[in-house]
């Protein structure tokens, strides 16, 4: 289970903007694809957002697309998840996650996750 740690999280109004980072090490940003996973209550878990290793290739969920961006920045070991136009509907527990490049579109065969961070957007 590799180490990760999120912060960023918080409670925006509809129509504002939060920036996720997560924090893991060096070896899991060097090998790794990363990503996002959201989880709302009484809701399954599911991908927001992912990148690969290279940071050349990225995956969005069809309801972020055009609205959430992910990032990572090898040389501080970080992920990023910048996110704008907030919804109600995105209010979840944001997890930052890492695992092996996926055979499909989603990127990230997801195997660790860190402890999450709350983000709440009011209608």
């Known amino acids: 289970q590799v180490q990760l740690a999120e912060s960023g999280g918080g409670l925006v109004q509809a129509g504002g903007s939060l920036r996720l980072s997560c924090r893991g090490p060096g070896s899991t940003f060097s090998l790794y694809a990363m990503g996002w996973l959201r989880q709302a209550p009484g809701a399954e878990r599911e991908l927001v957002a992912a990148?690969?290793?290279?940071?050349?290739?990225?995956y969005y969920l069809d309801s972020v697309k055009g609205r959430f961006t992910i990032s990572r920045d090898k040389a501080t070991n970080t992920l990023y998840l910048e996110m704008s136009r907030l919804k109600p509907e995105d209010t979840a527990v944001y997890y930052c996650?890492?695992?092996?490049?996926?055979?499909?579109?989603?990127?990230?065969?997801?195997?660790?996750w860190g402890q999450g961070t709350q983000v709440t957007v009011s209608s």
């Open positions: 996650a890492a695992g092996p490049p996926a055979i499909d579109n989603t990127l990230i065969d997801v195997r660790s």
């Open positions: 990148i690969s290793w290279t940071g050349e290739n990225t």
